[in-house]
């Protein structure tokens, strides 16, 4: 049986295949805790988004800059906490992607795909530079 | 694995089957440099045939939209063929479900161009 709570804590590199590993990583855990496989998607999708964010638009691949992956596991949530070093952006200026003139553009739909897919996004500016995004989905519907 | 695609020919319509996944890097830019040189072949009714597609991503369907506008500003035309569920749950929450030509069936699909 898995441990009531459980907390993965990883410092990952600015590359893409830092992005994999934080999946792989994230639905370990998430397998272990119980949800099903369209969660187990959603999650994944979600993390995999936010880590591509953190490394290509955050951290700009540059090799000096981290990614901070922080997974708690809970009997209530699952919460996933992804912090780059990054210039930072007002999550607010971000165009709505499925509004009619956004539709057709190429890029955009990242942070709105985790709020599709997840119970709770923040996203938060770190000081000195960062950002910080917490994602959470709650794990009591489950039980 | 990353992604494969396989070409063919089908009368006037060029058929493209995708497999494995169409993500951020390898995936993405193998879809995008052969929708790029078709177009320059002068290749205009393209059929990406996605049954095959285990998974894509945001900058996946960001390529989808990038071939869809380019080819069809040059006067052709992209239509789907063969969605996966995951892959046409992500059209439809992003609201493209209904931008692209969409099909179930090779045959109609390739008729549709005519």
Redesign the interface.
């Known amino acids: 049986m898995a441990e009531a709570s459980r907390t993965v804590e990883q410092v990952l590199d600015s590359t893409?295949e830092s992005?994999d590993q934080a999946e792989r990583v994230a639905l370990d855990l998430a397998r272990e805790s119980g949800f099903g496989e369209e969660d187990l998607?959603r999650i994944g999708?979600s993390v995999?988004?936010c880590v591509?964010n953190a490394v290509?638009h955050g951290n700009r691949y540059n090799a000096n800059k981290k990614v901070q992956l922080s997974i708690l596991r809970t009997p209530r949530q699952f919460t996933v906490r992804i912090a780059d070093q990054g210039e930072g952006f007002d999550p607010a200026a971000l165009p709505d992607?499925?509004a009619g003139d956004n539709?057709?553009?190429?890029?955009g739909?990242?942070i709105?795909?985790m709020k599709?897919f997840m119970d709770d996004v923040q996203v938060r500016r770190l000081q000195p530079a960062g950002t910080e995004v917490i994602l959470t989905k709650n794990l009591v519907s489950k039980r | 694995m990353s992604v494969k695609l396989t070409t063919r020919q089908v009368g006037d319509v060029t058929v493209i089957d995708v497999a494995g996944r169409i993500?951020?890097?390898e995936g993405s830019s193998t879809l995008r440099d052969a929708l790029r040189d078709l177009v320059k072949n002068n290749h205009k009714d393209i059929l990406l045939n996605l049954k095959d597609v285990s998974y894509i991503?945001?900058?996946g369907?960001?390529?989808l939209?990038?071939a869809?506008?380019s080819i069809t500003n040059q006067g052709g035309h992209l239509k789907l063929l063969g969605l996966t569920h995951?892959v046409k749950d992500?059209l439809q929450?992003?609201?493209?479900y209904t931008?692209f030509d969409i099909h179930e069936d090779e045959a109609h699909a390739v008729r549709s161009f005519a």
């Open positions: 893409l992005v998607d999708m995999r988004e591509v290509v992607p499925v539709l057709l553009r190429q890029s739909r990242g709105f795909l599709t | 993500t951020l890097g991503d945001s900058s369907i960001g390529e939209v990038s869809y506008t995951r992500l929450i992003t609201k493209l931008v």
